[in-house]
């Protein structure tokens, strides 16, 4: 059983440029969630998709967008990049059944903005 | 808004001592709450969780109760090894007043144990 894998593992860009991030959940999972981690902090909220709406989303600007398929899978877009974008950005997934709300995290996508 | 406060780091340890990381959050709904660990290069991996008042979570060792009346959910273990070397984080989802279920976590505390 395949857990949440996401795409690339590393990636630079410039600032100015966009960038798009990708994420497959687990097997069974149907919700996708995005966080981002900058270096020595604990993970920040951006955004939730369920059914292929933002079902939430965190204190982060409009140049963050997102996108969910109906094999829900999931990308996570940046435009107009800043150097303070760099992080590390994961994806989460869950089963909405799970009263818990139990989230499985993929390895991540190191962007670094140069 | 909810928010999650944990003891900052980073704790050394020897090995087979006692850990106590503490953790307190401030939540509107009915939140449950978690502990996630992040080791050298690798993703984070859920600890355990506790999803209403009183529950323990257990796991590998570590436990952590849900205190409701202290707004608390304090990791503890009774012997820690080198292998335990990592960064956790507190976190919770209050998932009943939201549309969603997004997690909020602390800053996380980095454990170094040595042999």
């Known amino acids: ?114 | 808004g909810d928010s999650v406060t944990q003891m900052e780091g980073p704790v050394t340890l020897s090995e087979e001592a006692f850990l106590t990381i503490n953790c307190t959050y401030t939540a509107t709904g009915y939140p449950s709450l978690f502990w996630y660990v992040q080791y050298p290069g690798e993703g984070l991996q859920l600890l355990l969780k506790a999803t209403k008042a009183d529950d323990k979570g257990s796991n590998k060792g570590f436990e952590a109760t849900y205190r409701k009346e202290t707004t608390s959910f304090h990791l503890e273990k009774g012997s820690v090894q080198v292998s335990d070397s990592a960064v956790y984080f507190c976190a919770l989802s209050d998932w009943g007043n939201q549309a969603g279920t997004a997690l909020i976590f602390g800053k996380g505390t980095t454990l170094s144990v040595s042999s």
Do not use: M
């Not at chain 1, 069974?28 to 909220?45: C, I, K, M, R």
């Open chain 1, 1 to 114: 059983d395949a857990g949440v894998t996401q795409s690339p593992t590393h990636l630079i860009k410039t600032r100015g440029q966009q960038v798009t991030l990708r994420c497959s959940p687990k097997s069974g999972h149907d919700t996708v969630s995005w966080y981002q981690q900058a270096l020595g902090q604990g993970p920040q909220f951006i955004f939730q998709y369920y059914e292929e709406e933002e079902r939430q989303r965190g204190n982060f600007p409009d140049r963050f967008s997102g996108h969910q398929f109906p094999n829900y899978s999931s990308e996570l877009n940046v435009n107009a990049l800043l150097l303070g974008d760099s992080a590390l950005y994961l994806c989460a997934s869950s089963p909405t059944r799970d009263r818990g709300y139990e989230q499985y995290f993929g390895p991540g996508t190191r962007l670094t903005v140069t």
